[in-house]
């Protein structure tokens, strides 16, 4: 690690701590020198998983598109903000797990409707509507029946 006083990368450790709930670990460094103290943080590297659009068309894939859906079809409804991003962290971590550097983008949909489907109804029919590009009111009936049919 370079020191970024001196350029010199002689250094060292003088404390080590975990940050960002764990995700990333903290050292704190004295350059050998110069004496200068500096911390930095050390974290896995994501392995960049890409998603493959309907139109065929690659985009990087970022738990932040799949919040800001999910927040668009929660809006005026009764959730915690927290409650939209630890679902959007456990969609991530799925699409993560399947191993794949190319994932389909229904893939991802079909894991936002199922969360949805978890968290609220509304919320679900609202984001299927666009998701699945509801032209009549007959759509909609439709998607109301089979979530009340799914329903215990």
Request: hydrophobic share 35%; proline share 5%; aromatic share 6%.
């Amino acid at each position: 690690m370079r020191c970024p006083y001196c350029a010199s990368d002689e250094d060292r450790v003088v404390d080590s701590r975990p940050a960002e709930g764990g995700a990333a670990v903290r050292r704190r460094r004295e350059c050998r020198g110069c004496g200068q103290r500096f911390s930095t943080y050390e974290r896995t590297e994501q392995a960049l998983v890409v998603v493959r659009k309907r139109s065929g068309e690659l985009e990087p894939f970022t738990r932040d598109k799949i919040v800001a859906g999910m927040e668009k079809a929660t809006k005026n409804l009764p959730l915690a903000p927290e409650t939209v991003r630890r679902a959007g962290a456990a969609i991530e971590a799925r699409v993560r797990s399947l191993g794949r550097r190319e994932v389909p983008s229904e893939v991802i949909g079909a894991e936002v409707l199922a969360a949805l489907r978890e968290l609220d109804d509304v919320a679900y029919v609202r984001f299927a509507s666009v998701y699945k590009g509801f032209t009549s009111s007959q759509d909609f009936a439709r998607e109301l029946a089979n979530l009340q049919h799914r329903e215990p």
